[in-house]
């Protein structure tokens, strides 16, 4: 008897596979192209509706940036909460009330943790992930980067699906650079503000066409990319705000009022970052501000020793495939914070002092002999002057 597909009615001869249900007596089959097929609709689906986004509630999101990101509690808080409300947003998108995006501002001093915590944020959720300096773009016209370069990443990124870079996430960095100089039209940094409209069209969220190949040829094809559920995360220091926000009172014959507290990148508003230099309409499109607080010492040795990927235990599995034990005393994790906070890196900064602490012992270790795992116990000193084997 000849078997065919109840799908597409392929003789079981034509095809590779011909599978038949469990649950019908060997009545209905389905051939190995109708299974692919079947698989592609369901990844667009998947792509179109991306449910499993959105069942991941702020809590689990925040749970998870717990596990990778130390510290900065109510900026997780709110991050999580946008994020999931944006993909949720994407679920419900006809539904009859149109909700508008919601881009983020992420604030906080240089080694804070923005970046880090928008890339953590993007591989918690599995979705395509670049970073853009906003000091590279320009305006049109203009030699350097076009904004519309950062969606060209973006598809890259997502291994030329357009589906997949509509949903992803794009970080662009020290956005604060992009500030004009003054208030009067002859101060403003013209190049910078034209940067900041060429944005607006990317974070309202237009159809963008990007080239697709050497932009520079004549030949070049082109795609169009919708950024409306693009999500757009912007960070910067916005070193010096303070002075803008809270310009010196005085009283009577210009004696000062003392200040009371000290500042906090907690009390910016939007009002303040027009202030410093961004337009209305930009920080319009940026409603959501999450304020990142600055490292201490106790929180720079946090991040060398907590976090999933800590750098020490990065650094203890480097070691181990030598066959050598590796283990820090107190004090030489609270040098490395403390050198970190004195060259003011903060915790990007980590690492490169690791590295230089660690580049001897990881020259010589698999040179060792050594019947036992071979240990080695990193102190104060071998971080102040180059850690060496004996």
């Known amino acids: 008897m000849s078997?065919?597909?109840?799908?597409?009615?392929?003789?079981?001869?034509?095809c590779r596979w011909?599978?038949?249900?469990?649950?019908?007596?060997g009545k209905h089959y389905i051939c190995d192209k109708c299974i692919g097929k079947i698989s592609s609709q369901i990844e667009e689906l998947k792509l179109e509706y991306p449910e499993e986004k959105a069942f991941l509630t702020p809590s689990v999101i925040k749970s998870k940036l717990d596990s990778y990101v130390i510290g900065q509690d109510r900026a997780k808080k709110i991050l999580s909460v946008a994020v999931y409300n944006h993909y949720k947003r994407l679920r419900k998108r006809n539904a009859g009330v149109e909700i508008q995006k919601s881009n983020i501002l992420l604030i906080g001093?240089?080694?804070?943790?923005?970046?880090?915590?928008?890339?953590?944020?993007?591989?918690?959720?599995?979705?395509?992930?670049?970073?853009?300096?906003?000091?590279?773009?320009?305006?049109?016209?203009?030699?350097?980067?076009?904004?519309?370069?950062?969606l060209s990443s973006l598809l890259k990124k997502a291994d030329g699906s357009i589906e997949k870079a509509q949903t992803g996430i794009v970080y662009i960095d020290e956005i604060d650079k992009l500030a004009r100089v003054g208030d009067?039209?002859?101060?403003?940094?013209?190049?910078?503000?034209?940067?900041?409209?060429?944005?607006l069209k990317l974070l309202e969220g237009h159809v963008i066409s990007i080239p697709v190949g050497d932009k520079k040829s004549p030949f070049t094809s082109t795609v169009d990319i919708d950024t409306s559920n693009i999500l757009f995360i912007c960070g910067g220091a916005f070193d010096g705000i303070q002075k803008k926000i809270e310009p010196e009172k005085t009283i009577g014959?210009?004696?000062?009022?003392?200040?009371?507290?000290?500042?906090?990148?907690?009390?910016?508003?939007?009002?303040?970052?027009?202030?410093?230099?961004?337009?209305?309409?930009?920080t319009g499109r940026l409603p959501v501000i999450a304020s990142l607080d600055g490292l201490d010492e106790n929180a720079l040795v946090r991040i060398l020793v907590e976090p999933k990927n800590s750098i020490v235990s990065q650094y203890k599995e480097l070691l181990k495939m030598d066959n050598v034990s590796l283990d820090f005393e107190q004090d030489a994790l609270v040098e490395i914070a403390r050198t970190a906070l004195r060259k003011k890196t903060g915790a990007r900064g980590l690492r490169s002092i690791m590295e230089s602490t660690m580049t001897d012992i990881m020259f010589e270790a698999p040179d060792i002999v050594c019947e036992d795992t071979y240990e080695i116990r990193i102190t104060k000193d071998m971080v102040k002057g180059g850690g060496r084997i004996g």
Not at 18 to 25: A, C, E, V, Y
Not at 124 to 136: E, R
Not at 184 to 199: C, I, K, M
Request: with cysteine; hydrophobic share 30%.
């Open 3 to 14: 078997i065919k597909c109840s799908f597409c009615g392929i003789d079981q001869s034509e």
């Open 18 to 25: 011909i599978f038949s249900s469990p649950t019908s007596n």
């Open 109 to 150: 001093s240089t080694g804070c943790g923005k970046t880090y915590l928008a890339q953590t944020l993007a591989r918690i959720l599995d979705v395509p992930f670049v970073i853009c300096d906003a000091t590279g773009l320009t305006q049109a016209g203009y030699v350097g980067k076009d904004v519309e370069e950062c």
């Open 184 to 199: 009067s039209s002859a101060q403003r940094d013209v190049s910078g503000e034209g940067v900041q409209q060429a944005l």
């Open 253 to 282: 014959f210009g004696h000062a009022i003392p200040k009371i507290n000290e500042f906090s990148y907690n009390e910016i508003e939007s009002s303040d970052l027009v202030k410093y230099g961004l337009t209305p309409e930009l």
